[in-house]
């Protein structure tokens, strides 16, 4: 006989055991703290006021690596960073574009 054979022949079969054994595998929670990535790449590629949009890209990506890592502070940091940024990108592409639409529009 073979050595594996040997072992299970020697073994025998399954024991069952009245008493059942558990084990609990404590998972910590899913961070959900959100990166912004989506809206940064947008007002990179749309509404780059001073390169904000760039920098608040940035910020998102660095966000989303310490949200992978499981670094939830650091990871909410540069997403509050990123939010801002996003904001004044926002903000200030707008204005911009409203003073050029009126400039154009008054002048004759």
Known sequence: MPKEQ???????????????????????????????????????????????GFIAYAYSVKSRDRKMVGDVTGAQAFASTAKCLNISALVFSVLMATIFIIIYATKK
């Open 6 to 52: 040997q072992e299970v022949v020697v073994l025998g079969g399954p024991h069952i055991s009245t008493s059942a054994t558990t084990t609990t595998i404590n998972m910590p929670a899913e961070i959900s703290t959100p990166d912004h990535v989506v809206w940064s790449l947008f007002n990179t590629l749309f509404m780059n006021f001073c390169c904000l």
